[in-house]
């Protein structure tokens, strides 16, 4: 398999007043296409730094990126910005819907920026979305108007609208009840396994690590191993946490 | 082209959305742009309005399109809005004819009229000089062998019931102040004047007693009044055909090829007429016209006053049957038995809101028929004494043809302050010579032995060698005759020259062949004003005349200046406005926009490019601004409607002549409202650029925010 993202020796270190703080310290980490990975660590270990420099929306202090096989340190903020468009798919941990638009135009608004789509084409392409994540009848409704399980359904389709490649997902249920989160891990991994979309999700949860297909665990800004989901489960030791595997 | 509509679509959607949901901001903002806006299309239309109608009045009264005179004249030209007696200092230009070709050549000029502007002050003389005069023809007639004893009776008892009031008058001075008040010889010409021996002595030596009343009681009674009146020399006629909004009110107009005075009818009525009959016709027009009510208004009460307490202007006028008919009548109207006349007409005059249109009535149809309501009459002759340009006084006689005034001006101060007189008068007037003059000059210096001298050597000629200080008049020393042919004139028995002068014509061509001082030119198209200004100096220059030729609007001097002012005041307001408006828009959006840090990062994050916030910025701003703008403009719109409607009352002289009428009608044209939308979507985007920038600097990190 091909790699989708392909991160070496990456340090990203951040600067608080006359102090630097070392964000990330040489990770290296390669993601196959299709993939279904977690990044694991408690707060602070780097995850979200880690998913920034993936999703091009940082730069790292020293190291590559690639994503699709592009080297990304070398392209302009503009380049990068179309790169986010037309590669990846975000998905946040507090939604980040725009509040003022509506759910069928929050879903169709990275295809209005894409404009390679007609109107007929983004309709059709939404409406599909809105039906496999299961919010069809809310499509005229404003995301103040939904549950946070709704909400993430439609960052989620949102996410997924352009076709990206790699869909990057930032501690995705932490704002979610647990059955909830769970519907909402099995959504993203049907959609991994159906539209072979490769995922990368962070998560300071060890009970989602099992829906994983691996698990990279950071720690204090080094990536300490990767490991399959059982395995993580088993080392992190999380009692009565879901099996890889478990829909 | 479709995925770029459908953009814009989404950024329009984003920006409305984001608008009503920070409702308080965009009502506030958009309050200020929508009062921005109307004022700016009400502000626009009324000045645009009142720049239109003061243009049609200034240009069409007396301005015309351009005004043309000497470049080396001291003064600036200004025909209008200038409160001196005589006008500007001007250099003549010579010949007319010369200046009139070369005005002719420049392809946009119509019209040119000849002109002049001076002033002077006219003796109108006085109620008691008039009725002595009348006695005195009588006294003529007698010595004559004529059988006139019963007119001569009616006449003395009308000169002592003049003497009675003078007589009442001096009292009441007496009383009020003191006794000083009065100088003594005063007193003593009043004493002797109402004794019976006076009539005596009139029986016997009528002429001498006629001297003495003439000189002595006539200064006594104060209704004699200078008439301050300026006017303009020109061409009658042409002047006539170029100001096609001049009608002729009273009388006709100057004929051609005579020396004619025609009052402006505004000053006829405020000079000339009689001050108590002028004032009950402005409060009787102040209350029809304008809708006021002497109850509310202080000039009315103002004027009321007045009318009751000054009622000896009327009383001098009456014989003995007249005092006894007005006695008779007054009585009768008011329900009064009071014998005394002066106390019947006061009460008359007392009116209020009640009975005013029934006493303005009634004074015309009963008592104005007895009264000479004007001081000067149609057909009557005036001696004008001006001063010429060398500061010698010389005088014209001019028949008083009729009264003119411009349509839609009657009531305007402005409009109406000029006079007119033919230029050869004028001429005279100012000192310039003729070859009539001329003529009638050479002749009396031969008769009286005189030598020209060089004026620059005059002084030293008649007073010696060390008399060199220049002449005042100096300046015009290269257009004034050698000789100051009006004083000779005066001094030298010109008066008897001069009798009848006002019968006197001069060929018409004389109008073309000599001096002037400007001329009023009217354009075929008035848009190239500017360049034809150009051209005329340029057919000046290559006609050897030193042309200087000025816009209407700077030769009508502060009146011209005045649509500038108001429009400055305008602007300025405007950009105070739209300022404010700017600082309180763009603090806003920077709010909004750092509350929307999340959405803005999110948005970069999903592939937002920066121009597409920036664009999302501007367009909500537009957005505000046009909408509200719209709004204000139609509200603009809207007012300018009703007061098209309605129309704006003029309510004094000055909004008379700016109005160009009683009322303005102010029209909008399309400009008035493209003009407030431009500076709303300027200002609107103007001030949308600092937010758009710190939206730009937003990193897509930002939605990333969580738990690091």
Known sequence: ?247 | MAGTLDTLKVIVLIAFRNLFASRLKTLIVGGIILFGSTLVVVGTALVDSVDASMSRSIIGSVAGHIQVYNAKSVDELTVMGSFQMEGADLAQIDDFKAMRKALSSVPNVKEVVPMGLSGAMVPAGNTVDVVLGKLRELVRRQQAGEDVKAAIESQKDHVRQIIGVLATDVANIGKVLTDKAVAPEELAAIRRASSPDLWSEFDDNPLGTLEFLENRIAPLATDAEMLFLRYIGTDPAAFAKSFDRMKIVDGTTIPPGKRGFLFSKFIYEEQVKLKTAHRLDKIHDAILKRGKTIATDLGLQRWVKQNATEVKEIMLQLDGQQKSMFRRKLQQELGSQEEDVSKLLSRFFEVDDGNIMRRYQFFYDELAPSLTLYRVRIGDTLTIKAFTKSGYVQSVNLRVYGTFAFEGLEESHLAGVLNLMDLVSFRDLYGFSTPEREREIAALKKKAGFEDIDRDKAEAELFGAGATEPAPSEATEHSAPAVDADALLHGLGGKGKRVKMEDRSYDPAQLEQGVVLNAAVIVKNPRLIPQTMRDIEAAGKKAGLPLKAIDWQKASGLVGQFVTMIRAVLYISVLIIFAVALVIINNAMVMATLERIAEIGTLRAVGAQRRFLLAMLVVETLAVGALFGGIGSAIGVGIVGFMRFVGIPASNDTLYFLFSGSRLYPGISPINVVIALAIVLVVSGASSLYPGFLAMKVSPRQAMQSDE
């Open chain 1, 1 to 247: 398999m091909k790699n989708i993202v392909s991160v070496q020796q990456v340090h990203k270190n951040y600067s608080l007043g006359t102090f630097v703080v070392p964000a990330l310290r040489g990770v290296s980490l390669d993601v196959e296409e299709g993939e279904f990975l977690a990044i694991a660590g408690p707060s602070g270990s780097g995850k979200t730094t880690l998913l920034n420099l993936i999703g091009c929306v940082d730069t790292p202090t020293e190291g590559t990126v690639a994503i699709a096989g592009s080297p990304t340190g070398s392209m302009s903020e503009r380049q990068l910005t179309r790169l986010r468009l037309h590669t990846i798919g975000f998905i946040f941990q507090s939604f980040n819907l725009v509040s003022v638009l509506s759910v069928l135009q929050n879903i169709e608004l990275p295809l209005l920026l894409q404009r390679s789509a007609g109107a007929k084409e983004r309709r059709e392409r939404v409406h599909a979305l809105l039906e496999r994540v299961g919010i069809a009848e809310y499509a005229n409704h404003r995301p103040s108007e939904l549950s946070g399980g709704q909400r993430q359904r439609v960052a989620i389709a949102r996410a997924l609208v352009t076709r990206p490649q790699l869909v990057l997902a930032d501690e995705p249920t932490a704002n979610l009840d647990s059955v909830t989160g769970t519907n909402i891990l099995n959504l993203m991994k049907e959609l991994n396994r159906t539209e072979k979309t490769t995922f990368i999700f962070s998560t300071h949860d060890a009970r989602v690590w099992a829906y994983a297909s691996s698990v990279v665990r950071l720690a204090d800004g080094q990536l300490i191993d990767r490991v399959s989901a059982e395995e993580a489960v088993r080392v992190g030791g999380v009692a009565g946490a879901p099996t890889a595997g478990t829909p």
